[in-house]
């Protein structure tokens, strides 16, 4: 298994894919990459960042006396699949205050002529780190994540020797959804088991799931790419898919540190029969939600952030998923929550009007 991040290559960054153009005060464009995508349909999330993005830009352009340039929340719905290319992004200022500003944003694509709203919804701005503006009632709640997530030494993720996670450079069919090939996961190296006295279930069924992320690609200018808020919207849609984690237990953990056993043999054989098949199914998002509860600035250099999937309900091809997204230093990054549907993988490899026709829901 590769233990370096891919070399620099003609895909684009993630910040060259997210690149915002003005074209008036309150209208931006953009171009979605095919580089970013899930099967024929742009990623979500990256079409999540892309939204921020455009917001940002307006914050720092248009709405530049307000002083706010940080999302605090996001609330988004997918109304229709987006598509490779040109998409226009229209900004109307909703409510301008001292503390937080709203604005009400759409993400539209040409079809057959006519322009169609395709991603809708409202964000809220602030400015988290002015003293005057965040300063407010504090009480610590003692929350913390449970269970609690394995012991993590970030340093060692680059030479993959972290005793705890194993660092994969793609997950299960990552053919189909090229967009899981430009993070690297950190999964834990053995597989993650909940303690006897809550359940016996391990992690790699539907309780829940774990792992550490970074971009897998080198920024513009060779150094490391790094998170910042306006990519949140892209992490907390990256993730190994539950449903496949309980169909599929074993894709999901490291291979054994032993690479002469017959145990290992087992894990390739499975990773390469794996590799061979083809994606069943099709996840879309249908309503994203996002709170940010600590900015990340370029100057930080995040470049490894630890997120917790889970789900409480997978029913009649419909589940939520909510996510908790942590730094290094443990501190509380946003929380996010998602409502997907379940559909087969041919609806998103249909054209648009074919997808429209098709019936099959797995």
Known sequence: MASNVAPRSNVPSFSEATEITPRNSHSYTVNLSKDWCIGNVPHGGYVTSCIQ????????????SQNQPHCLTLHLEFLRRTSVGHASLTVRDVKLGTRTSTVHVTLSQREHGKEREEVAGYVTHTNLLDPAVSSGLSIPTHWSLDPAPLPAEVSKFATNTDPNYVCMESLSYAEFRKASQRVRFCMPRFGRQISEDRSSQSSTGVAFSDQWLSFNKQAPDGNSEY?????LGFLVDMFPQLIEKVLHPDIYVGP???????????????????????????????????????????????????????????????????????????????LSQHVCFILSASRNLAGKDEGKMAKEKL
């Open 53 to 64: 993005r455009a917001v940002s830009t307006h914050f720092t352009l248009t709405l530049a």
């Open 227 to 231: 998170f910042t808020t306006d990519s």
């Open 256 to 334: 054994p540190l032993d690479q002469s056993s017959p145990e290992y043999k087992v894990w390739e054989d499975i990773r390469s029969k794996q590799k061979a098949s083809k994606a069943n199914h099709w996840y879309p998002t249908l309503h994203l939600n996002l709170e940010v509860k600590k900015p990340l600035l370029p100057s930080d250099e995040v470049e490894y952030l630890f997120l917790r999937v889970q789900s409480k309900c997978i029913k009649d091809g419909r589940y939520d998923i909510e996510m908790v997204v942590l730094d290094p230093s443990g501190d509380l990054v946003c």
